[in-house]
Each structure stands twice: as structure tokens, then as C-alpha cells.
């Protein structure tokens, strides 16, 4: 791996080969960076060399495809160490940008291109900060360099820097070239490796936006690990671990493989039955091997210590037994030894005393001698310093000379010897050295041998000059003097010469001073001498003394020892009797815990063998379950991996509970007085968060996990932040730094990558000091740093980063555990003494609990950690006699109290499972209300505000001894309080769903409900094979017949033989099928009775499909109650009086609502106006003075409105957190907000709000009932005029049957108006100002005339922007305006037939009318409003359809993926078909020669029209043939093709042909048998003539064809154009084949559908539509242009013709002409019928 070795390609055969490889590269790679646990299995090999290929190649780039975790970034580095790359990665910090990328990358291309260092440029899509970096991305992988990345005069250093390396590669040194040549280097020298994650449509719509992320690019895909791999990373792992014994290790590793693969398959369960998503990744496969490695090591060590503390404990028991019998032998004969033992310490006495006088003399001598030596030694040291100071003089002359010859070296000296006649000095100068040396022999020859020692230099520097004789000095000073030779010229003869003489003359000297100061040093040595006889005979006197001092110090010792033999034997007899008392205690206190403890250890032993299984099913538990809900980790965990370790033979306890190994007793006593809930799923919660390896994620739309975290670590100062505070990470910082709890609340989908190492505890060093990376900085990090993240969100969409980089717990609420919640407040609410005795029952039993186990911890510590004899330690024996008795007190005391406990509980339990049922029903209803989010985003509740409900319930209530009926007032107050509630909140066309869920749910619960019954009217017959047997009659819709076959299979015993008795039966089916309201009639034959309400709305649904929602409404009706689908009317009063100073309330606004108006009115009525109530329009730069109004009103007790919050829902966050910190707000305070329905509005703020939808009630009696509710009865009474309070009837009547007519879509309105409740009240003013001035001037006329106008044109009509809408109010107020509303003789009715009777009451007060509209049906029929019945057919089938596909939602889900061809084969095959049948282009220029120069009006039209025709054409082939390359690969999948592709799936027509195609609600397959029908139009037009029978709906602007039309007459009759129009007739032509002529002038059109009537071909007039056929097909029309003024029309209806049946939109477009109808009937009959003609049918 050195990187000058040259590289060989060599061909590996096979993977063992490659793979020793690698592991060597591994090694090498751990030694020198980060190590990395890597095991290199057959797909990571693969992986490994791909990417190692790829950064070898020049300019190769990598994308690798895989989800977090999969090994990605380990490959890639190892494959770029590999490689011989540098690593290069981007770290994100707090604010990082793109300027801030933008410097990282200038680092990275100046490594690249000055350092010229190989680089593998790592990006991750962790690092994509900003979409903007991928642009950068694609720039440096398409172009190599990132445009205008460096300034100028950054550039120009860089060019000065290269510009010798572009000289020397022979290119000239201009500024392009430079540049030129650096960017090459660069990108030769860049590989840049993707790693990137496959979820979602985020890495697809990066690939298309940004195109270089593929085509420069290798793609390599990082799948699943296979079965190989995850068997081959568990036996790496677990084959060293000496726990696991070889016996199971085989069953251990397939059980741990066999775990990781199922969780894949319950994720994709747990995606299909319930929209939730878990991801399973490598990285939880080996957090679950290193959890299980780690448990099990510590597991066996507890159990290890708990079993050492009891054989501890034993031990000592048993040796105290053994000790009795040999103390009592022992204890007689220590007697006798203590009276010999004193005797003989009298004898030895004696002896010292006169040894002790010996020694003193022996003392004093020593010390005399001492004095004369120490005089000695002054007088040696003055002699030896004055000889040692002459000596100084000499020396450094000396050392010179050494340091002289160290600069010589060997070559210096080979030069010299190299001489064969060397020059006399030089000579003269090595001989001396020979003499010096002693060498016998003086000639050039020695001398040259002398030098030829390698050592000779160092052995001169080493020379004991001392050993000099003076003969040796006098001969070399001798040879000196003659020489006469200076140093100077010595030094230019010869270097090593010069050197060697220097030294010669600085010896010469030292001997000359060392000669003179020789008396000196004699005289020092003979004094030397001297001192050292004086010393030896003080060592002889200190010899004797010492002599003498051992004997007596040896006596002393025997003294001692006899007298300590004894005291010992006396004390070890006291000691003996001490022992035999202690050990009589101690045998007889703790002989119960003896056997108790034995049948622990053994118990602990066999534990030990069994925690094999235990550990290996709890670190499953930790690893994976989180995510998941308490069905799913119950099936996990006992019918999954437990069955299958006990199938592998794997010790493992029985029964097996996850809480028993990894907590206890106490410690969920002590998280269930924090907060936590008792039931299991949170217990097993409480584990994951608190010993699961992975910080946790808590999933928590309750808040539970929050409150119980808070209260949890409050006193280990925990630290609150979100990700929007602008200080969270100096605050998390700080938290590191110091190891206190942080927990960040209220986490989106998105988590800040800047917190990622955190999250992986990416911590590094060792020791005291251990650090970690936060951002851009380095930070200690202490270990007891605990990270909490909680999400709001109730199911959010996680990455598979996420997943593995957090324990993603999964805290929702259970319906069990909610019921026993809510069974606590129920108690506590009524038998308060009863919940108290049971918390006190809990706690006293966990407390007696703790005190057992800490007496009996007690007991064994003591034991375990007495040293020595324990029968010795009196506080030992008292402390364990005390304990013991404690704890026999304890346990007899605890054991009463169990006992006690045990009846007490029971009892308890029994009275608390009285109140169960409504508990039940409480949980029920809330989980009813909180699966409305799944309908819609804004329908958030929180278990605290529903707590608020549950609470107001139980205190309205009516009260009642007997527990039965109590219990029945309470859950029908709680059940209907639910209702209003969830209803003040809900849409309209919700609220039914609602409380059609609510009655199902509470039939579930109750098991009155069959699964598969539900089920079917939900679903119907979902299968995509048609039933082989058909159906048997033409009325009979194809689906209906769909579901009657399926019906007979769900249900055999009633529904078996449904088919049969139909086709038997059909007279009396096909009436009741024909029935306006089948559903309040009996079925036909033996299903009249006998069915279940449920089973009757499943017949139904097989039938009439637009009768189900009124059949729904009946069975709400019948389970509950008719107030269960009568709303609550919302009343600003009511709001109030529910509101509190600390929950918001939300506005959810319905097109038109303004709550503004009424508030205000309300804080005027309450005294919050003027002053005290402040609105405030949201929008861009209002933030801060909306929080600094919120400051303001919070703390003075003010009423504050912000209207409009979602145009700045990102600010909503901010408001949340400013609501969180408002602890105290005044009493009065109350903030409302008005805010459309959107998906981003923050959970926080909906959870914790009071939400009101202001929208009308669905029904005329509802709406009506709604209007009078906000009708103050002095207002009634403003006006004495009589005529005011019918006419406020009347006007309320309208206002509901205008608001009515929407629900009928285009049949009611052409465009859907926002009539509300500021239209009526200003509409009641004016008649209560018209009417008062009438009634003042005694005028008994009422002013109709301006009345109507006023009403109908300017309030109501203003709105209205179409004229036919117009047509439509304006008859309305024709129909309710007018004298004969007063009419006695013939009453005025708004509608009546045989059932009801709409009129005006007779005059009374506001209660009245309140009565007598309560007394109004429920349910109304179109006809009502003036519509035909079939108009609420198209209503009620959308209404049940959605109410179907709303209800599925709510559903678990239970359908299986079928199995077929590829969605990429179904589409590709649709492609070929429409290609295959496209016609080709029409050749227009070969058709305009073909007309001529002058052509018809039509024929103009007729070439715009083909020329549209082809350029759809061309985009349908182009598309298609694009498409096609796409799904190969051939071509990149853009925006508008993987549109085009989804369209075909979906069988729709794509946007792309649909926006040059005419206007049409068909679907793709409908309309490409219209789009080939216009084409054989346009050939027959072109190639044979004009068709006689024009298809209009062929056209794609018909319009231009009758204005052509309408010219050529003109032209041929020389009419003005500005003064011709159309008149139609309807001919008795049914088919265009029976048309053999052209119309004598305009022209003959087919394809007109007649909607809201029907044509009568006999009387040439329309009719009434026949039931349940919606639309008809009209007779060929004929189209007559004619002059204006000419144009007489009687008995005809102005009928709209529309192209389609969405009619016109809110801006005109769809209309193409007016039709003239014959009609016998007056002409506002079709007006308010919404009759109409349309060219398309659906």
C-alpha cells in the first residue's frame, strides 16, 4: 500500500481471495484513521471494488443508492483509502449555507489542484442543507468546476501558483491556459461519491432537476443485506463472545438473522394494515447484536455478583457453625501456656539490664572519634580545592583541543595516512601522538597504523592524559621546539594536521600545570590517607556498639514477643468465649435466610443459563419494537421470536416478561408517580427510552412521554429546546458539557443534520477527557448526557437515516390504556376515598417492597464486606441481630399487609370495574375524535383537552345511587358532550362520518359488530375479475351486480341465495330499485325483516348507491339517537363560555365566514369592546407587533383576533412557543384565530385549542333552525309592521335553500357562491328599514319592487357573477316575493306534497318559529329548492363514495398487494396501444391546395381545426416514444413524462394532452374513442365534404364553427353581421344516418346531452326527467342563423348549451351557445330545475 509502489492489475478469481485482501487494507486503514468495524461479506465486496473501480478511473463519480446505514460511507472511504484518495467532507454547523459550501469547496480545489492530492469528495444527502449545494454538485460533476467559485484575485494566485507546471507541460503561461490547466488537474484529480437515500420521491426529483446526479455518474444500488450477509456480520460478531457456549452459538446467529428479517415483514404489514411507517436497516441489525452482546455481559455480571454476595453470605454462616466445637478444645489449653509464659518474661529481664550498661560506654567513644574526623575533612577540603583550582587553568585548553578533533572526520584522516612521504611537520606532529600513546616503535609507519584504527579520532578525544609520563612529555616538547612550526601554517599543510597539533600543544600544556601542582595533590592524598584510618576505627567502635545494641534489641524483641504470646493467648481466650456467643446468635437469627439463600443461588444459577434467551429476546426488544403498536410488538415478541428461540432449544425463561430482566418493581412504581401511565405499552415505553442504546424519538401526538420526561429528569436539570429556537445549539452544547437531560419537544419530520454525530455518539478519546463534535466545534462530553427528542406529529414519515440514528418509540395512547386512565378519573371522581386507598395500596406495597430488599441488601453487605473473623466484629453481629429482627418485624408486618393488600385490592378492583364501562366508552370516543386527523390535519385533539370534556361530563351527569343508571346518565352525557364537541369543530361533511364512526366503533367495542360486514359496505367488491355469472337484467348497474355476488359469499346464511332470489323476484325488485327513498321502505321478499341495521345499509349498497348517506344518517338515528346527527348550532356565547384564558381559539374558516363581525358584537354585549378587543390582519411583517399585541393583551386581560394565520403558518411555530410561555396570563385574556384549513398549521396550537368551524349546517331544517338561533328575539320584535316577521321567515327560507342548492354542485350553481350570514342580516335590515317607513306612512302596500331588486339583484345577486345564476335568484325571488304570500284564500307554500308541507308558521314569537321548524323533517328532497329528485342522486352517490373512501382511512387496513405484471409493463403496453392506434398528421398544405384561394368561412375553421388536431397529434407520438425510452432507461424520466406515466396507470388523460385537447371529463379510455371519432370527422370533412350532421362535440372550438356559420349566411344574403344571430330547433332526427341532406341554411348538430329534463319527441317539448336517468341525449338540433329583428320566440326556454358538465367556471369559460327548447311549462320550472345541454357526457 505505499503509494510510490507501482500498481499491478491482477485478476482475482474468487471472493475468499478478495476478501483477505481487503481485511489486510482494513487493518491498515484502522492503524493509520477513525477504525471501522467492517465485515467484508460477499455483497460488501462487490460493493467495495465497484466503488474502488470507479475512483480509480479518471474523472470517476459514484452515486450510491441505499438507505442509512446500508454501509455506504464506510465502503466509500475504505475504497478511497484503497485508492490512495484523501477523504474530503463538509461539516454543517448552525446557519451553514451555501456561502459557506462555497468556501469548503475552494479548500477542496486547492487541495486538488495546488497540493495536486487525490480526493474523494464525500457528499451525503445529510449534507444537502440547501437544494441550491445540489446545483454546485452537478456543476463540478458535469463541468468539473463550480462557476464563478473564485474571485479574480483569488484566481490570479492560483494561476501564479501552477504557472511553472503549465510552462514545464509546453503550454504557454497565459491566464486562460493556467486556468485551463488547473481545472483539468482538478477534475483528473476529484471523485465525487453520493450517497443518497431511495425513500420518497426526494432522490428523484433531485435526479431530474439536477441531470449530472445520473449521467456522470456510476449507480450503484446498496439493497437489503441478503441472508449471507447478516449471517456472516452475526458470526464476526458473536463467535469471540466466551458467554455464548458453542452449543447455541449456530441456533444464536439464525435466530438473530431470523429476527432482522421479520421485522422487514412486519414493517411492511405495519405500512399496509395501519399507514405507518418503520424502516429496518443494517445499522438496527447491529445495534441489536452489540445490545445483545452488552446485556448479556452485564446481565450475567449482576447475576454473577448477586450470586458471589449469597455464597458470600453462606459461607460466612457456615464457617461460624464450624468455628464452636474447635474454639471449646482450643479455649483449656490456652490457660495453662499463659502462667508459663509470665515466668519466663521475669528471666529475660534480668539479662538486658546489664547489657543496656555495656552499651553506654561503648557510645561515648564513638562519639569522640567522630569530633576528630570531621576535623580532618576541612582540612582536606582547603587542600584539595587549591590543587583542583590550578588544575582549572589547564583544562579548557584542553577541551579545545578535543572539540578540535571532532571537527575532523574519517576522510581527514585517510587523507594524511594516504601520504606516503607526508611533509615533515605533519610527520612530526603524528609521531608525537605515537609517543604520547606509548607506542615503542617512533616512525611514520606506527603512526600510519595508529591512524588506520577506525577509533583512532575518539581514542584520542578519550586519551587519559594523566598517564602521561614526564620522559613522554620531555621527548615530545622536545620534537615541538625543533619543529618550529606555528598552528596557522600547521592547518593550511594539512587540516587534520592542524587539528592534531592543536591538540598535541594543549596536552603538553596540562602536563606542564599538572607537574607543578603534584606536591599539592600528594599532600591531599597522604591526608586522604589519614581520614580514612580514623574512619575505619570509628567503624569498629560503631561495630561493637551495633554488637552490642542487636543483643540487647534481640532480648527486647524476646521480651516483647513472650509478653505479646501472653497477652494474646489471654486475649484469644476472651476472644474464643466472644466468638462462641456471636455464633450462637448468628447460627440460630439467620437460619431462615440460610435456606432461603440457598434456594436463591441455585435459582440465580440456573437464571444465569437461561439469560442466553432472555437477553437475546430483550436486546430484540430494544433494537426494534419501538416504532411499533402494542398488537404488533405482542405478535413480535410471544408469537414470533419467542416461539422460535424455544424452537431452537435456546435457554430462555418461562413465562418470559421483558420487564422482569430489564427493570423491576420499584422502578415502574417510581415512573408511574412521574406521570408515566401503568399500562403495559407504556411501561415497555418506558424501558425503550430509558435502556435502549439509541437516544430516544418519542412519537407522542398525547404528550404523555413529555410530561413524563419532564418530571422524570426536572431535578437532574433538564433542558427544554426545539429546533426553532436560534440558541438551541449553545443550549445543547452546554448540556454535553455538563451531562445534563436535553430534550428537544415539538420535533417536524425534519431533523437538523447538525446534530447527527450526537445522535450516532460519534465521542472520541478515551480516559478523563472525552469530546465530540457539535457542528463546527469540538465538545467534552460527559457520559450522563441523556438526549430526548418528542414529536407532536401522530404518524410522521421518518428517513431510514432517522430510524437508525434514533430509538423511534411509538407513545400513542392504547385503548386499554387510555380505559384504565380514564377509569382512575372516574373513581377519583366518585369514590374518590376508593382511587385514594388504591394509590396508597401501590405505594405502601412498593415501599414494603424496597424496605424488604434494602434489609436484606443490608444483611449480605454486611456479611460480604467483613474482613477477618466476622464473630470478632461485635457492631457486625448487633447491626446483622438488629436488621435480622427489622426484618422479620418487616416481613411479618409486610406479610399481614400483603395479605390485606390482596382483599383490599381485590375489593378495590371489583368497585373500580363497576365504573369499567364508561371508562371504556370515554377511550372509545377519544380514539373516534382523534382519527379524524386522518381526514383532515386541522382535526388535532390532546388527551388533556378531551380530559376537559371527560371531566365537564362526569360533573353534568345526572347523579344517581344506583350504579347502573349512573352509569348510563354518565356515558350518555359523555357521549352526546363528545358529539357537540367534536362537531363544533368539524366540516359539515364531516360530522355524519363522525358520528356514523362513532356508533361503530362503539358496536366494535362492545363485539356487536361483524368485521367483514363493515368491511363490505365499506368496500364493496373489490376484485378486478369480473363475476363469470351475468347479470340478468339491464337496470342493474355492473357494479351493483359486482357487489350482489360478492355479498352472497360474506354473508352465505343470509345472503346465499340474494342472486337467485333477485332474478326470481324481478318484478318487485326493479319497484323497489325505482322507489325515490328505497331505504325507508321494506326490502323485497324474505329480507324484509330479519336483517341487522348494518346488513340493510350492505343490500342497499348493492343497489342504490345514492341512497347509502341517507341510509347512514337512519342508522346513526337508530343506534343513537336523532341528536346524534343534529349538530349543534356554534354560538360565539356558547364558545365563550367553553373557552379558557390559556387555550386558544381557532377559527377554521369555510369559504365566505367572517367570525370578526360577531366577535365583535360579543365583546361589546360582554364589555370587552372599544378598547380592550384588537384585530389584526396577519401578513408578511406583522409578526412582530402580532407578539408584541399578544404581550399586551395576555398581561392586561384583552381579547386579541389575528385573522388570516395561514398566510404566515412558518410564524404559527413562533406563536406557539410565545402561548408555551405565557405561565400566568390574566383571567379575562383570550386570543382567537381565523385560519383556512392547511396541512402545516402546528399540532401544538390545534391540540391545545378550542376549534370552531363557521360553516353552514347540511339540510334546509338545520340551516334554518341555525339562522334563527342567531335571531335575537328583540330584533323580531324592532319592526310593528305584520308583514316583518313572515317576510324574516321567508328571507331565512331563502337564504337556506340558496346555501341548499350548492351541495348539488353545477346542477344548483354554475359557480359556487359564499352566501353567509352578513348577507341575511343585512338583507333583514333593509326589509326591517323598508317595512318600519311603510308602517310610519300607514301605507298597507309593500314595496316588492325594491325589495326583490335589493335582495336579489344587489345583496344576493351581487355575488353571483353568472347570468343564468342570476336567472336563478331572480325567479326565487318571484317564487317567495309578493302579495300572495299573504294570501287567505289560497295559502302560499313553499313546497308541499303528501308528507310535508312547507309554510310560512303563523305569527308568534322566536321560540315559535324555532318549533315549528324543529317540527320540519330532518332530511329534505331536492324538489324543495325547485330541483328535480334526480338532482341529489349525483349528490348523495359523491357523498357516499367519499364517506366510503373517508372511512377506509379510519380503517386498519387489511388488502394484500396483488401480484402481476410491473407497473413499468402495464404502462409501457398502455403506450404501445394508444401509439398503435394514433392516425397520422393531416398534410395541410397538400389541403389548402385543395380548397383553393378562396374559401368558406367554414372551411377556415375547418383548417384551424386540423392544424390544433395535429399539434396533438404530434405531442401525443413525441410523448409516447419519449415515454417509452424512459421506462428502458434510455432517457431520463422528467417531471412532465413521470406525469404522462402516472396519468396512463391511473387511466387518466395527462395534463400534457388534455391542455390541447376540447374541455372533457372523460376518462383515457372514453376519450381516446372520441379523439379517433374527431379524426374520422376531420378526414370525411377533408376528404369528402362537409358533414351534413355536424358532431359538435368533435370540434375543439365549436363556437368558431357556428360564428362561421352565422358569416356565411350573412354573406350569402348580404345580412349585417352585427345584426344576425342563432335560433335553434330540435328535429325529429334521432341519428345523424337519417339525415340524408345539409340543412337548407345554418346546419343539423348531433352530440348535445339534455340535463335536469328530458325531450319529448311527440309533443316536440321538454319534460320532466324520468327517475334516475340523469342525462339524455338530445335529437339532432338544428342551427338557423337569422336576423335579429326577424327572430320572434314564444313558449321556448333560453337553455344554456355548455361543453361539458362542469358547465361554466368562475371565469366564463364553457359556454358555447344558447339553445331555444319548446316548453309547455313555464319557463322558471327549468330555471330552477337547472336544466341545461351539454356536448360531452361524462
Known sequence: MTPEAPRVYEDIQDYET?????????????????????????????????????????????????????????????????????????????????????????????????????????????????????????????????????????????????????????????????????????????????????????????????????????????????????????????????????????????????????????????????????????????????????????????????????????????????????????????????????????????????????????????????????????????????????LAEALPALERARLALSDLDKQDVTEIRSFAKPPQQVQTVCECIVIMRGYKEVNWKTAKGMMSDTNFLSALQNMDVDAITPAQVKTVQTAMTKMETTEEEMSKISKAGGGLYKFVTAVLGYCHVAREIKPKRDRVAQLERNYQLSKRELEKIQKDLSEIEGVLSELNKQYEAAMAEKRGLQEEAELMERRLTAAAKLITGLASEKDRWKLELEDLKEKRVRLLGDCLLSSAFLSYVGAFSWEFRHNMLKENWLKDIQGKKIPLSQPFRVESLLTNDVEISKWTSESLPPDELSIQNGILTTQASRFPLCIDPQQQALNWIRKKEEKNNLKISTFNSPDFLKQLELAIKFGYPFLFKDVDEYIDPVIDTVLDRNVKGSGNRLTITLGDKEVDYDPSFRLYLNTKFSNPKYSPAIFGRTMIINYTVTLKGLEDQLLSVIVGFERKELEEARERLIQETSENKRLLKDLEDTLLRELATSTGNMLDNADLV??????????????????????????????????????????????????????????????????????????????????????????????????????????????????????????????QVESQLNRDELDFFIKGNISLEKNARRKPFDWLPDQSWEDIMKLTTVLPDKFGSLAEDVERGEKAWKEWFDLDAPESVPFPGRYAEGLSDLQQLMLLRCF??????????????????????????????????????????????????????????????????????KFLAMGQGQEKVALQLLDTAASRGHWLMLQNCHLLVRWLKDLEKSLELLTKPHPDFRLWLTTAPTPDFPIGILQRSLKVVTEPPNGLKLNLRNTYFKISSSSLKDCPHLAFKPLVYTLAFFHAVVQERRKY?????????????????????????????????ADTRIPWGS????????????????????????????????????????????????????????????????????????????????????????????????????????????????????????????????????????????????????????????????????????????????????????????????????????????????????????????????????????????????PHVMWLSGLHIPESYLTALVQATCRKNSWPLDRSTLYTAVTEYTSPEQVTEPAPSGCYVSGLYLEGARWDLKNSCLQRSHPKVLIEELPILRIIPIEAHRLKLVNTFRTPVYTTSDRRNAMGIGLVFEADLATEEHISHWVLQGVCLVLNAD
Open 878 to 1003: 448487633h447491626t446483622l441481630e438488629e436488621t435480622k429482627s427489622k426484618a422479620s418485624e418487616k416481613c411479618n408486618m409486610y406479610l399481614k399487609k400483603l395479605k390485606l393488600a390482596a382483599v383490599t385490592a381485590k375489593e378495590i378492583e371489583t368497585s373500580r370495574d363497576g365504573y369499567r364501562p364508561a371508562a371504556k366508552r370515554g377511550a372509545v370516543l377519544f380514539f373516534c375524535l382523534s382519527d379524524m386527523a386522518n381526514i383532515n390535519s386541522m382535526y388535532q385533539y390532546s388527551l388533556i383537552s378531551y380530559l376537559d370534556v371527560f371531566n365537564y361530563s362526569l360533573k353534568k351527569s345526572m347523579p344517581d345511587t344506583h350504579l347502573i343508571k349512573r352509569l348510563k346518565n354518565i356515558i350518555d352525557t359523555l357521549t352526546l358532550n363528545v358529539y357537540h364537541y367534536a362537531c363544533t369543530g368539524l366540516f359539515e361533511s364531516h360530522k355524519l362520518l363522525f358520528s356514523f364512526n362513532m356508533a361503530v366503533k362503539i358496536q
Open 1104 to 1173: 342504490r348507491i345514492d341512497r347509502v348517506y341517507r341510509a347512514i344518517t337512519n342508522f346513526v338515528t337508530g343506534r343513537m339517537g336523532e341528536q346524534f346527527v343534529t349538530p349543534p348550532v356554534v354560538s360565539l356565547e356558547s364558545i365563550y363560555d367553553q373557552s379558557t384564558n390559556n387555550s386558544p381559539i381557532v377559527f377554521i374558516l369555510s369559504p365566505g365566514s367572517d367570525p370578526a363581525g360577531d366577535l365583535g358584537k360579543l365583546a361589546d354585549a360582554l364589555g370587552y369592546g372599544g378598547n380592550k378587543l
Open 1347 to 1586: 325589495l326583490k331588486y335589493l335582495i336579489g339583484e344587489v345583496m344576493y345577486g351581487g355575488r353571483a357573477i353568472d347570468d343564468f345564476d342570476r336567472r336563478v335568484l331572480k325567479i326565487y325571488m318571484d317564487e317567495y316575493m309578493g302579495d300572495f304570500i299573504f294570501d287567505t284564500f289560497q295559502p302560499f307554500h313553499f313546497y308541499h306534497n303528501a308528507e310535508v308541507d312547507y309554510v310560512i308558521p303563523p305569527d308568534g314569537q322566536r321560540d315559535d318559529y324555532l318549533e315549528a321548524i324543529d317540527a320540519l323533517p330532518l332530511a329534505n328532497t331536492p324538489e324543495v329548492f325547485g330541483l328535480h329528485a334526480n338532482a341529489e342522486i349525483g349528490y348523495f352517490t359523491t357523498a357516499a363514495k367519499e364517506t366510503w373512501a373517508q372511512l377506509v382511512e379510519l380503517q386498519p387496513q387489511t388488502g394484500e398487494s396483488g401480484s402481476g405484471i410491473s407497473r413499468e409493463e402495464f404502462i409501457g403496453t398502455i403506450a404501445s396501444d394508444i401509439q398503435a392506434k394514433l392516425p397520422e398528421q393531416f398534410k395541410l398544405d397538400v389541403i389548402r391546395k385543395k380548397f383553393g384561394e378562396v374559401i368558406s368561412p367554414t372551411t377556415v375553421v375547418l383548417l384551424q381545426e386540423l392544424e390544433r388536431f395535429n399539434t396533438l397529434i404530434k405531442r401525443m407520438e413525441v410523448s409516447l416514444a419519449t415515454l417509452r425510452k424512459a421506462l428502458t432507461g434510455e432517457v431520463g424520466m422528467s417531471v412532465e413524462l413521470d406525469e404522462l406515466a402516472k396519468s396512463l396507470y391511473n387511466g387518466h388523460i395527462p395534463s400534457i394532452w388534455r391542455a390541447l385537447a376540447p374541455a372533457t371529463r372523460k376518462l383515457l379510455g372514453s376519450w381516446m374513442v372520441h379523439f379517433l371519432r374527431r379524426n374520422a370527422q376531420y378526414s370525411e370533412w377533408v376528404n369528402e365534404r362537409e
Open 1305 to 1337: 354542485g353545477k346542477v344548483g350553481w354554475n359557480v359556487s357562491y359564499d352566501f353567509n350570514e352578513s348577507d341575511f342580516r343585512v338583507c333583514m335590515d333593509i326589509l326591517r328599514t323598508y317595512l318600519n317607513k311603510s308602517h310610519e306612512n
Open 18 to 390: 478478495a476478501k483477505s485482501l481487503f481485511d489486510e487494507i482494513l487493518v491498515e486503514y484502522n492503524d493509520k484513521k477513525t477504525p471501522m468495524k467492517l465485515v467484508l461479506f460477499d455483497d460488501a465486496l462487490e460493493h467495495l471494488t465497484r466503488i474502488h473501480r470507479v475512483v480509480r478511473m479518471n474523472q470517476g463519480h459514484a452515486l450510491l443508492v441505499g438507505i442509512g446505514g446500508s454501509g455506504r460511507q464506510s465502503l466509500a472511504r475504505l475504497a478511497a483509502f484503497t485508492a490512495g484518495c484523501d477523504v474530503f467532507e463538509i461539516t454543517l454547523s448552525r446557519g451553514y449555507g451555501e456561502e459557506e459550501f462555497r468556501e469548503d469547496l475552494k479548500t477542496l480545489y486547492r487541495k486538488l489542484g495546488i497540493e495536486n492530492k487525490k480526493v474523494v469528495f464525500l457528499f451525503t444527502d445529510g449534507h444537502v442543507a440547501q437544494e441550491g449545494f445540489l446545483e454546485l454538485i452537478n456543476n463540478m460533476l458535469t463541468s468539473g468546476m463550480v462557476p464563478a467559485l473564485f474571485p479574480d484575485d483569488e484566481k490570479e494566485a492560483i494561476n501564479g501558483q501552477v504557472r511553472d507546471e503549465v510552462t514545464k507541460a509546453g503550454l504557454p503561461p497565459t491566464k486562460e491556459s493556467c486556468w485551463s490547466y488547473f481545472i483539468q488537474k482538478c477534475s483528473n484529480n476529484l471523485h465525487i461519491v453520493l450517497c443518497m437515500s431511495p425513500t420518497g420521491d426526494t432522490l428523484k426529483n433531485r435526479c431530474r432537476n439536477f441531470p449530472g446526479l445520473v449521467n456522470n455518474v456510476s449507480i450503484d444500488w446498496f439493497t437489503a443485506w441478503p441472508k449471507q450477509a447478516l449471517t456472516a456480520v452475526a458470526t464476526h460478531f458473536l463467535s469471540e463472545n466466551e458467554l455464548i457456549p458453542d452449543t447455541h452459538r449456530d441456533s444464536i446467529v439464525e435466530h438473530v438473522v431470523h429476527v432482522h428479517l421479520s421485522v422487514g415483514s412486519y414493517s411492511q404489514e405495519f405500512l399496509q394494515k395501519l399507514r405507518r411507517i418503520n424502516h429496518v436497516t443494517p445499522k438496527n441489525y447491529l445495534d441489536f447484536i452489540n445490545a445483545y452482546t452488552k446485556l448479556l455481559r452485564e446481565k450475567d455480571k449482576f447475576v454473577q455478583d448477586q450470586c458471589t454476595r449469597l455464597s458470600g453470605g453462606l459461607t460466612k454462616l457456615i464457617e461460624a457453625a464450624e468455628q464452636i466445637s474447635v474454639m471449646n478444645e482450643k479455649l483449656a489449653v490456652q490457660k495453662v501456656a499463659v502462667t508459663q509464659k509470665s515466668e519466663a518474661c521475669e528471666v529475660l529481664l534480668k539479662d538486658i539490664s546489664s547489657k543496656t550498661e555495656m552499651g553506654k560506654e561503648k557510645q561515648q567513644m564513638a562519639q569522640a572519634k567522630g569530633v576528630e574526623i570531621e576535623e580532618q575533612n576541612k582540612v582536606i577540603a582547603v587542600e584539595k580545592a587549591d590543587a583542583e583550582a590550578s
